[in-house]
């Protein structure tokens, strides 16, 4: 074994953390989501279980969301504030998600809708369309969250933000007194 493959294997290593904390994140919220789905449709003695599909969902959203990490903002969104970064990526992810929900449905209809065009209209009429808001406003909150995260990495060592959630004031201060 030679020095470059030992460079490998810590690339691959560091890519599954990577996707695994990313996608472990989006499941939360997306299992929050199959969570309130099957509150919902318990009411009416309706059985769900949607954890396939948040873990899929999960998957995809973390290495769609690690790849667009690697695409630079425009110089114009470099000059403003970072929430300014946050707000944009936000709102084209979650525009992004409801075009993916969207194709998705009419996919899924098209057959009965008599063409896939016909199957598009079909979907904004149809009562799935409220199970496409949610879930788009469940990914747009945890888009919404995790760019947020990336921009505190950009500023601050990944350890420092650890220390910040999950130290107690206390433990900062003795810290701090003691180095």
Do not use: C
């Not at 969902?57 to 790849?67: F, G, P, T």
């Not at 903002?73 to 970064?85: E, F, N, T």
């Amino acid at each position: 074994m030679n020095a470059d493959s030992g460079t490998f294997w810590q690339k691959v290593v560091k890519e599954i953390k990577s996707i695994a904390g990313v996608t472990l994140y989006f499941f939360l919220w997306l299992g929050l989501l199959m969570l309130l789905k099957k509150l919902m449709l318990k009411e009416y003695n309706i059985e769900f279980s949607g954890i396939s599909i948040a873990i899929i969902s999960a998957l995809i959203m973390a290495k769609v969301v690690l790849l667009m990490e690697l695409i630079k903002s425009g110089s114009w969104v470099r000059r403003q504030p970072a929430i300014v970064d946050v707000m944009i990526r936000t709102i084209l992810y979650t525009l992004g998600v409801l075009f993916v929900q969207l194709l998705e449905k009419a996919f899924e209809s098209r057959h009965e809708a008599g063409g896939f065009g016909n199957a598009i209209a079909k979907v904004f009429h149809d009562r799935d369309i409220y199970k496409v808001w949610a879930g788009t406003l469940i990914a747009g909150a945890s888009l919404f969250f995790f760019n947020i995260y990336s921009v505190l990495k950009q500023y601050l060592p990944e350890h420092k933000i650890v220390k910040i959630l999950f130290n107690t004031p206390l433990e900062e201060v003795k810290a701090n007194t003691i180095s």
